[in-house]
């Protein structure tokens, strides 16, 4: 590897390696192929946007990023970093270009609910500049667990 990571649009070559990062994660929403191509369809409703963090040596993605966007918020449905790369920064980079994008698009703000255990990820959003917004009771499965709100103001 290279080292290099960059960051784009996601392709419909990279769903397998998408779904590989994503089982291989907790806390990570249950997508199927079909819900990772949707994302990636301009015709879809709501309107996504959807990232990957690609290895410079071979293109392959380490981590991704969706969020839809109806003007003007955007609520960002996942997001993940496969195990090897966390650690790294690599998710708040992803996030950066991620609000960069939504920006383009007319998002004012962007939230999201994480998992009241997920403390790892909860620094990740705080660093990234979100507040909490509210609580959601009983928001998970599987096992059942309440949601922490989270809100971004894009500037």
């Given at each position: 590897m290279s080292g290099e990571i960059a960051i784009r649009p996601m392709r419909s070559a990279d769903v397998e390696r998408v779904l590989e990062i994503a089982a291989a994660?907790?806390?990570?929403?249950?997508?199927?192929?079909?819900?990772?191509?949707t994302a990636m369809d301009p015709l879809a409703q709501p309107r996504r946007v959807a990232l990957v963090a690609a290895d410079g040596a071979?293109?392959?993605p380490i981590g991704f990023a969706i969020a839809n966007v109806v003007p003007p918020a955007a609520e960002l449905e996942t997001i993940a970093v496969a195990e090897t790369?966390?650690?790294?920064?690599?998710?708040?980079?992803?996030l950066k270009e991620l609000f960069e994008k939504l920006r383009q698009v007319a998002?004012?703000?962007?939230?999201?609910?994480?998992?009241?255990?997920?403390?790892?990820?909860?620094?990740?959003?705080?660093r990234a500049g979100f507040v909490e917004a509210g609580?959601?009771?009983?928001?998970y499965a599987d096992p059942v667990e309440d949601a922490t709100v989270m809100r971004?103001?894009?500037?």
């Open positions: 994660l907790r806390n990570l929403p249950n997508w199927s192929r079909a819900a990772y191509l071979d293109d392959s790369y966390q650690r790294r920064g690599w998710a708040g980079v992803l998002a004012a703000e962007v939230y999201l609910e994480v998992r009241e255990s997920n403390e790892a990820a909860i620094r990740v959003y705080r609580h959601r009771k009983a928001y971004l103001t894009l500037a």
